[in-house]
């Protein structure tokens, strides 16, 4: 199994995303077989460091999911590769709520479920001796989370660089890193996070500038030299979703660009066949698919598009009739409704297969851990069977109406949402992106 480290920091906008794909770049043009995992439910940072490995790269979520499906990740992405990155979440002992001694699904869980070593990204504009605190304070927060160097970001000139040198010396920390602030390797957002991957205009390019600006500054050799095996209870493989069919045409675009890694992984794993589609390029679901599955995404900014495209509704509701199983997360759940408003206030016809109308002319955030118990049989299970998993969106619903719900739902303090999602004959859908069976 390949050696491991832990990318963290002590709050989020650190720069954590930017020092890890410097860090899988700098070390895949070294010509090191680098893999990488990133903690927690995103969606979207595994999509960029992807790019950089060329490997996919998987959520580990202590909360979301169970510890034989954390180790069979984890040893999917250390196979065939020399070096495992993970990038955290958050601050280091950020996570779910609740009074455990390492909040679950927080880095140091991880940390601290691998036994991998965590070397901090602490952004250090403003700060001089009082960085020795911040590090003392992470280091020994916690006895099984192995915080091992650091990684200052922001440095300004030689006198701060010097103070910061003392400040780790302090906490006993090696410094693997004086990184200066740069102005032009800021990667462009929107309301869910990060502009994805794959609307990124040279990515490349902008791996190559990063690649410039922090070889200088990074010690790679040192990096390398503290990784450690993960420690990983051998199990057996756990399947998180049960494959929706035997042949499922999976939504593949920038409007549908949240499907997890190890989801499919699964499903291939089980014996089903993945074939790809793309909305936004007018193409329609496979005919000879047994099952649709829509992902998340951000569908809200293609509605006009999407609702253009009779080849997919007609594709969509032909299959319905067909008895074709057809899921949606989130977007993808907009989508099998019967209209979406845009931030405009334009309302766009959807594929009309469920009662739902959602808008995002009048945005309101709607994020946390969710715990969805099946309400009766369907592809993905029988009733009762619960799931853990993830909501992120800024849609309203202007009407969810009459029938089947889907899921009986509870929070991480497993406070009860109510019912959510809709069922009608094989469509099926909510807003909760399913992350693995409780």
């Not at 051998?234 to 660009?257: M, N, T």
Request: net charge neutral; proline share 5%; charged share 20%.
């Amino acid at each position: 199994m390949a050696n491991g480290l832990i990318i963290a920091a002590a709050s989020s906008g650190s720069g954590k995303t930017t020092v890890t794909l410097a860090l899988l770049a700098l070390l895949k043009r070294r010509g090191v077989a680098v893999a990488s995992c990133k903690v927690g439910p995103d969606y979207i940072d595994p999509q960029f460091h992807a790019r950089a490995t060329g490997r996919a790269c998987f959520n580990l979520d202590g909360w979301a999911m169970r510890p034989a499906t954390l180790a069979h990740l984890v040893r999917q992405a250390t196979h065939d590769a020399e070096l495992l990155v993970i990038e955290g979440v958050m601050g280091l002992f950020d996570g779910a709520p609740g009074d455990a001694a390492l909040a679950p699904g927080s880095t140091a869980e991880i940390a601290a479920r691998t036994d991998l070593p965590v070397v901090l990204v602490l952004r250090a504009k403003g700060m001089g001796a009082t960085a020795a605190a911040v590090l003392e304070g992470l280091k020994r927060h916690h006895d099984d989370v192995r915080v091992a160097g650091v990684i200052f970001n922001e440095v300004g000139g030689e006198r701060h660089r010097a103070m910061l040198a003392q400040a780790a010396a302090r906490a006993g920390l090696p410094v693997l890193g004086y990184l200066p602030a740069f102005e032009d390797i800021a990667l462009p957002s929107r309301h869910l996070g990060l502009v994805q991957a794959r609307e990124h205009d040279a990515f490349d390019r902008y791996l190559d500038r990063l690649c410039t600006h922090f070889a200088p500054h990074l010690e790679l050799d040192a990096l390398r030299a503290l990784a450690r095996a993960p420690t990983i209870a051998q199990s057996e493989p756990a399947r998180a979703i049960p494959p929706l069919g035997q042949r499922i045409a999976v939504a593949d675009d920038a409007a549908f660009g949240f499907s997890y890694a190890a989801i499919l992984l699964g499903w291939r794993a089980a014996g089903a066949e993945i074939v790809r589609f793309s909305p936004l390029a007018g193409e329609r679901p496979d005919a000879m698919a047994d099952a649709i599955f829509l992902p998340g995404g951000y569908p809200e900014l293609h509605a006009g598009t999407l609702a253009a495209n009779g080849v997919l509704m007609d594709g969509l509701r032909e299959a319905a009739r067909k008895g074709t199983a057809i899921y949606g997360e989130c977007g993808g759940y907009m989508t099998l409704g019967e209209g979406l408003v845009d931030a405009d206030g334009n309302r766009h016809a959807m594929a009309g297969l469920l009662p739902l109308v959602t808008s995002f002319a009048e945005r309101k955030l709607h994020l946390g851990y969710r715990q969805g118990t099946l309400l009766a049989d369907g592809p993905v299970g029988k009733a009762g069977r619960a799931f853990r998993g993830h909501e992120f969106h800024y849609a309203t619903v202007v009407s969810e109406g009459p029938g089947e719900s889907l899921f009986d739902v509870a929070d991480a303090a497993c406070r009860n949402l109510g019912r959510q999602g809709r069922r009608q004959g094989s469509v099926f859908g909510s807003f909760l992106h399913l992350i693995d069976e409780a």
